[in-house]
């Protein structure tokens, strides 16, 4: 019965591969930063390493929540324009003449993220938009209300309120919290997608959409949680740069989406869905951050990074497309 | 006798496993009618597609015009004047009626290369008119009913000079009205000397339209006969013709309590006030032809489709069907009729696509519980013995008849009481069918309800307790298990 059973030859041999994906990316990661200490005499200090990380939680906490609505096979490119919008709200509050108490900055902040994720949520779930287009609007909207509420002027924080979760680090262990937060995120999207039903969920609505609605799983409410969590990481990390930057601005995180995107991409989730994991993404955000730093610290200027940085973009989604291709 | 316009000689043709055409061979002349007709797999659709140049014939010759050819390509039939009109049509559907009929061949302003609209819509209003067709060229094409599109492509056959046009069940979306104004185009075509093959699944039909009939049965030709002096009892036993093997597992199960009552569903349009009822131990077939609304039925009972009126009560208390979750919730699993497209989670282990419609039920709270999806996963692997390497293998890289298995084992693992199955064994080998009617069996004896869609003649008549028929989006009969036959079941589609 030859022709009933498909079975490839390579069968036991996949699920090595795919789990070697992920190790690859973090060898690749330990030869960067042997390569760069090696270079930089300024890399590997403890104030270098701390600040990178730092830096790197800052976009790290939005790919997390990016990875799970790209597995679903969605895309939130507004995550920017959130921040910007949140840094500047912020700001704006705190710098009335009657100013909102510090305590209640963080909560407004959350509720104006997932009320950014919602709308999202709500236009792509219930009307079926595609979530490229809803997004990109939603960027041009927050961008542009940010711009709107503070004048197109940065609105500076000159007492440290927010600058707690943006630069403190917890006594005695000198951990930055930014780090404390992304670990945190991580260790719970980790749970989540790999050892939940609702992560199961986002699986199978990534890998086919129809089967999941036939199988009972509701769809629309799965992505919608996804979108409002999307919008709430985005306004945490607003929150971490307002207090890093100590200012409100609607500059604020521009570009950052291609940032978060390509970290994602690199660490294996398909842009069509149904694949994807959090330690991939975390390798994706940690090699990213570091080439960044490195680069900086052997001299190269934004300007070429950012060349760098779409080359590299490219070059990822098309060694996984000429990977899957030779599979088939 | 007169040169036939096209000769299929002997021609045969094996698939893996499968012999699906055994030196068959057909003619067609100028000016007449051809129909093919068969059951589901007695080879019409291999038989045409040899003719396309889309699939190559082991052995066999085609003649066209007395000149023996050789297609190795569509394009090849198309330069010999063969054009297809299938189920499914192709039209350009952003376009307007004359960019569809003069596609490649726009006329063009002779400076500049930029299309003379002016010319084109003359044009295609003249080739429309000489052929009785009654379309503005300037119609945007998405705007047509299937009717008016299926026209707009013969328009388009002739138009690119075919001298033999092949459709496929073009009648299978139309209704009563346009299938008469079809095929009075169809006559139209025939004086003027081109030969047309229609394949039907409708009967009447073929009385019809048709001049001779050809009978296709297992890959086999039957025989050649001609219309006027065949009758619709003859054409049926000819495509039948073979006794039901002890292939159908089939049990006398006792019949217990109602599980489902339909009562007067109507989806507006599409299905009037369909009334039938499901008890457990039974299997309940729904019957019809394609188009009928018998799927209809099945998706608005499961939630897929909304209706908009009927009754449906379960186990006696009236419900609402409220989605596919709201069904579930019910105890109805539906097996939908195409695997790849609403059945499974190609990419994903088998134990995640079997555990799919039941997750928030592995594990307590939030937290899924691996070992339990496991032990599930492995369980239903051997109860429905689907042939997998293990069940962290990819649901993609099994065989149809495993990957149906798989979709069975995900419905199974739901607890459902009812279910309903469209075309459960579609497309699939002949062991995997047997097992698939094992546990539909079995599923009765448990006393669970099965309605079944297949349009299978065969496996409708020995797996279904009763047949209920429906034509047309009505309910057209009844038969129990004991007085259905495939003549009468045939003949209460043409009600």
């Not at chain 1, 069968?11 to 992920?22: G, M």
Request: proline share 3%; glycine share 10%; with cysteine.
């Amino acid at each position: 019965m030859a022709d009933i059973l498909h079975i490839q030859p390579g069968q036991a041999l996949k699920r090595r591969t795919r789990l070697s994906t992920t190790l690859i990316l973090f060898g690749v990661l330990a030869v960067m930063v042997a390569v760069f200490s090696a270079l930089s005499r300024d890399f590997y200090s403890f104030q270098n390493i701390s600040t990178m990380l730092t830096n790197i939680s800052f976009s790290g906490i939005v790919a997390g929540t990016l990875t799970l609505v790209m597995i679903t096979g969605g895309l939130d490119i507004s995550i920017g324009g959130n921040i910007a919008l949140t840094s500047c709200l912020v700001a704006y509050l705190f710098n009335l003449a009657h100013p909102v108490p510090a305590w209640a900055l963080i909560p407004i902040a959350l509720a104006l993220g997932a009320a950014i994720g919602a709308f999202n949520g709500f236009f792509i779930t219930r009307l079926d938009l595609n979530p490229i287009i809803t997004t990109l609007g939603t960027m041009a909207v927050t961008r542009g209300l940010g711009y709107v509420l503070t004048k197109a002027r940065s609105i500076l924080i000159m007492e440290d309120v927010t600058g707690f979760i943006g630069r403190t680090v917890i006594p005695g262990i000198q951990i930055p919290i930014p780090l404390v937060l992304f670990a945190v995120i991580f260790a719970i999207l980790f749970f989540v997608l790999s050892r939940s039903k609702f992560g199961r969920k986002v699986y199978c609505i990534g890998a086919n959409q129809a089967a999941a609605r036939v199988s009972g799983i509701n769809v629309r409410r799965v992505k919608f949680v996804l979108y409002l969590m999307s919008g709430i990481a985005a306004s945490l990390s607003g929150l971490i740069l307002t207090g890093q930057t100590a200012v409100g601005m609607p500059q604020h995180a521009r570009g950052m989406e291609l940032d978060v995107i390509t970290a994602v991409l690199l660490g294996g989730t398909a842009l069509a869905g149904g694949k994807g994991s959090i330690l991939g993404t975390l390798a994706g955000v940690l090699i990213l951050g570091v080439l960044y730093n490195g680069f900086t610290m052997i001299g190269f200027r934004y300007v070429h990074i950012s060349v760098f940085q779409g080359v590299l973009l490219i070059m990822i989604v098309a060694l996984y497309e000429l990977r899957d291709r030779k599979k088939n | 006798m007169e040169q036939p316009l096209l000769e299929m000689r002997n021609i045969s043709k094996q698939f893996p496993g499968v012999q699906a055409l055994k030196d068959v061979s057909i003619d067609l002349r100028a000016g007449e009618v051809l129909g093919l007709v068969g059951e589901n797999g007695a080879g019409k659709s291999t038989l045409i597609k040899i003719l396309a140049g889309d699939y190559r014939a082991d052995t066999g010759e085609i003649f066209i015009n007395g000149r023996k050819v050789d297609f190795r390509s569509p394009s090849d039939a198309a330069a010999m004047g063969i054009q297809f009109i299938y189920q499914e049509l192709i039209t350009l559907d952003t376009l307007t009626v004359a960019e569809n009929l003069l596609v490649g061949h726009l006329p063009t302003r002779k400076m500049i290369g930029m299309v003379d609209w002016k010319a084109a819509n003359e044009n295609a209003r003249q080739v429309l008119e000489t052929m009785n067709i009654d379309l503005d060229p300037r119609t945007i094409v998405g705007d047509l009913t299937v009717h008016q599109k299926q026209v707009l492509e013969i328009a388009k056959a002739i138009h690119k000079k075919a001298t033999i046009l092949v459709m496929d069940e073009p009648t299978a979306a139309l209704g009563e009205e346009d299938t008469q104004s079809l095929f009075a185009i169809i006559r139209n075509l025939k004086e003027q000397g081109v030969g047309v093959i229609h394949i039907s699944h409708r009967l009447k039909e073929v009385f019809d339209i048709t001049d001779r009939v050809t009978v296709l049965r297992d890959g086999q030709k039957i025989d050649t006969v001609q219309t006027s002096q065949a009758t619709m009892t003859q054409l049926i036993s000819m495509m039948v013709g073979r006794e039901l093997a002890e292939f159908y597992p089939k049990r006398d199960l006792p019949i217990g309590d109602t599980l489902l009552e339909v009562g007067d569903l109507t989806i507006n349009g599409i299905i009037d006030r369909v009334s039938f009822s499901l008890r457990s131990g039974e299997i309940v077939g729904l019957f019809g032809l394609l188009g009928s609304g018998r799927m209809n039925v099945l998706r608005a009972l499961y939630g897929l489709d909304g209706y908009d009126a009927g009754r449906v009560a379960v186990k006696g208390t009236p419900t609402i069907i409220n989605g596919p979750r709201g069904a579930l919730g019910n105890g109805i699993g539906y097996m939908p009729i195409d695997r790849k497209l609403e059945g499974l989670a190609l990419g994903l282990p088998v134990s995640s696509n079997i555990t799919m419609a039941n997750i928030d039920n592995i594990g307590r709270g939030f937290a899924l519980n691996r070992r339990l999806e496991r032990e599930k996963a492995q369980k239903w692997v051997n109860d429905v013995s689907i042939r997998t390497p293990d069940i962290a293998t990819d649901a993609n890289s099994l065989s149809g008849g495993n990957q149906q298995k798989i979709v069975l084992a995900k419905l199974l693992e739901t607890g459902s009481k009812i279910f309903l199955m469209n075309e459960p064994t579609r497309g699939i080998d002949v062991g995997a069918k047997v097992d698939i009617y094992h546990m539909m069996e079995n599923l009765c004896e448990a006393g669970a309800g099965i309605v079944m869609i297949s349009s299978e003649l065969p496996e409708m008549l020995s797996m279904a307790d009763r047949i209920i028929v429906i034509a047309k989006g009505k309910v057209t009969a009844e038969f129990n298990r004991a007085e259905a036959t495939q003549e009468k079941l045939l003949h209460a589609t043409t009600l």
